[in-house]
């Protein structure tokens, strides 16, 4: 609980919002041209004083909660063309620091919805409509699939097969035998080869491998549960 | 772990914390104490700037009270307490300008175990070297204390974020005086039983008012506590009760006293006012 290295003024509204939009970031495969924000509770009331806005936009553009550019986000992101709006509503029975971030360019969309729990701890608890449940300390790996018997065994040998050592993993889907995917946090990142290998699977509809967005130093530094 | 688990360690909680992050090894112990001699570092530089800066924050409301309070004169003759509340305030107000400062376990609260540890260690002439340990005991008080409550003001109140920093703070301060393990968890105890009902009502939802003196005010809370528990006194409510007790008294607060910005102070005719201009 000492750390992380941070650019102020709130760990959780400044330091873990830049970390849920930083995930975000990486669920498109190249950089976003429009973003829209849904803050909530705390998030929503307080996002002015807390560099809110600024923090999630640096996330957006990439950087890190330590990254000096942030309090220039909003500048930075307007040179580079990135459309942002920020909105308000009630996301619901939700942590109180819950943002729900939208992301689009010309060829793709996403959807990710997470809290920032305090002392820079996130959470992400939706992806393009799909229950997930992943932390940020660790590389995760998503995966959309249809739903079939077995898909979850296979996986989990891959990654066994590669040394890959699975730290967490949430599977849901939307409906039997429809679409489901899975979030996996892995201890280090697979292979690009191992990451080719799965994407080619018949039944995995869309890959992606999130990087670790809070420092892997243990929990000792601002990284523990703090829900 | 639970704190009583940690006190009845026989030696210094450090050591404990230290084994149960990165077990026996050599290497990843020297890895993680290279690691928090570096946070350490950040915390003596984010010190520094804020000493030496009167640049205002965002909203204009702080930004001069470290730099002041440090020219000031030192009426009390007390310049151990003049130093650890000037630096609490430095890293505050280094947060407040969005600067850079490491969260201890928030930023909000970023001031007071710098202010306290770094504080007395530079009041004493210590080298950052002898500083290490007791912060790797910071960090798992923090640890520990955020496995059974919510750190953040938004969740607990201002008694989740200080209470929180304070407990870390006076551990680790009385381990630098020569604490053991059972001392450092009577500080930690002390210090937080003391800031139990403390809301976060910062104005205009800003993290400056009253987050900056406040961070003052519990370094030196924090010191006290050592103070305290190195002479031998103990809490009567054993420390895993009252972090339980600091918990549910944060389940009972209102939304309006958990960081919205629009209760207490913030709610007052002027703290209202101020959050109106800002939104201008």
């Known amino acids: ?227 | 772990m639970n704190l009583k688990q940690l006190a009845d360690y026989p030696g210094y909680g450090s050591e404990l914390i230290l084994h149960e992050e990165v077990g026996e090894e050599r290497a990843a112990r020297e890895d993680l104490l290279e690691k928090m001699l570096l946070r350490l570092q950040e915390m003596r530089s984010s010190i520094a700037r804020g000493l030496s800066s009167d640049e205002p924050s965002r909203t204009g409301m702080v930004g001069w009270n470290a730099k002041t309070l440090w020219g000031a004169d030192d009426k009390l003759r007390a310049p151990l307490m003049k130093r650890v509340q000037a630096y609490a305030m430095a890293v505050n107000e280094e947060n407040a300008r969005m600067g850079r400062i490491v969260a201890a376990p928030t930023a909000g609260s970023a001031g007071t175990v710098p202010g306290a540890l770094i504080g007395v260690g530079d009041h004493l002439e210590l080298t950052d070297e002898a500083l290490v340990m007791p912060l790797v005991l910071a960090a798992g008080i923090g640890q520990v204390i955020s496995q059974r409550m919510f750190i953040a003001g938004s969740s607990g109140g201002c008694q989740a974020e200080i209470g929180s920093s304070a407990a870390m703070a006076a551990a680790a301060v009385c381990e630098l005086l020569g604490g053991e393990a059972k001392a450092a968890v009577e500080a930690a105890t002390l210090a937080l039983m003391n800031t139990i009902g403390l809301v976060c009502d910062p104005v205009g939802g800003y993290v400056e008012v009253p987050c900056v003196s406040r961070n003052a005010f519990f370094a030196v809370h924090a010191v006290s506590a050592a103070q305290l528990a190195l002479a031998g006194l103990e809490s009567v409510i054993p420390p895993d009760e009252v972090v339980s007790a600091t918990a549910s008294i944060g389940r009972l607060l209102p939304p309006e006293l958990r960081e919205t910005g629009e209760g207490g102070i913030a709610a007052t005719p002027t703290g209202r006012r101020i959050a109106l201009k800002m939104a201008k």
């Open chain 1, 1 to 227: 609980m000492i750390g992380p290295i941070m650019i102020g003024p709130s760990s959780s509204h400044t330091a873990g919002a830049c970390r849920l939009a930083l995930l975000a970031r990486h669920t498109l495969q190249r950089p976003a041209e429009r973003a829209k924000l849904t803050l909530h509770g705390s998030f929503a009331k307080t996002a002015k004083g807390h560099g809110t806005e600024l923090a999630l936009t640096a996330g957006i553009l990439g950087y890190y909660p330590h990254d000096p550019r942030i309090p220039q986000a909003l500048s930075i992101a307007k040179k580079q063309q990135l459309d942002i709006v920020f909105d308000a509503a009630d996301l619901g029975d939700v942590h109180p620091n819950t943002v729900c971030i939208e992301l689009e360019n010309r060829t793709e969309k996403s959807h990710l919805t997470g809290s920032s729990l305090g002392g820079g701890s996130i959470q992400v608890f939706e992806i393009d409509a799909f229950e997930v449940r992943f932390s940020g300390r660790y590389h995760t790996l998503l995966l959309r699939h249809v739903d079939q018997t077995g898909v979850i065994a296979h996986v989990a040998q891959v990654i066994a097969d590669n040394e890959g050592n699975i730290a967490t993993l949430y599977s849901a889907r939307q409906k039997k035998g429809g679409e489901a995917m899975m979030s996996i946090e892995i201890d280090k990142r697979l292979s690009q080869y191992v990451l080719d290998y799965l994407t080619h699977l018949p039944y995995i509809r869309w890959l992606r491998i999130l990087p670790e967005v809070i420092s892997g130093e243990g929990h000792l530094s601002g990284t523990g549960d703090v829900a």
